[in-house]
């Protein structure tokens, strides 16, 4: 009787010690860990940027249209969990489907001026990762693999988003 009360003790105490990973707020549905598909693009400056060079670290994959309603009222949220969340512990990669540099900049400038995209000007890389819908986002963790997709907009920058993300790049 003594030991089990000692070993529900310590059940206890180890329940209570260890790290939670919350859940995933609703919206975001958990992906089977399957390989993030290549994403090797330029923004408006050429500066090419590869997800895979950003392995090791977690990346929001946000792919948007300056056409689409949500994506024009979901990109002020982006730009305040930018600069809420460093880059290194959670890198957002805004991807613009099938737009000219014009249409990007000119919206950009408008509606999340400190934010940078990269272009996909043919919508082929667009093509590769599935959005079912834009906004689409996909969260790739280190290791290169898609783990979470969210469908449509949000406000990433407040809970229970934020909090998440930030549990989660600990």
């Not at 209570?16 to 990973?21: D, F, K, T, Y």
């Not at 900049?105 to 272009?119: I, R």
């Not at 079912?132 to 406000?155: H, K, M, T, W």
Request: charge should be positive; include cysteine; aromatic fraction near 8%.
């Amino acid at each position: 009787m003594k030991q089990t009360r000692h070993l529900i003790l310590l059940l206890g105490f180890l329940i209570l010690s260890a790290p939670l990973q919350a859940a995933p707020p609703r919206g975001l549905m958990p992906v089977e860990n399957r390989p993030a598909p290549a994403l090797r693009l330029s923004d408006m400056d050429g500066r090419v940027t590869d997800l895979r060079s950003l392995r090791g670290q977690w990346v929001l994959v946000h792919f948007w249209a300056s056409w689409c309603g949500p994506c024009r009222q979901e990109m002020p949220s982006l730009q305040r969990l930018d600069a809420k969340m460093p880059d290194s512990r959670l890198r957002l990669l805004l991807v613009n489907t099938a737009e000219s540099q014009e249409e990007v900049f000119t919206f950009l400038s408008t509606v999340a001026p400190d934010l940078h995209s990269l272009l996909d000007p043919d919508g082929r890389v667009t093509e590769n990762w599935r959005p079912r819908g834009l906004p689409s986002s996909f969260l790739v963790d280190p290791q290169g693999r898609i783990r979470y997709l969210a469908l449509g907009g949000r406000d990433w920058d407040v809970p229970p988003y934020l909090p998440f993300l930030q549990g989660l790049t600990r």
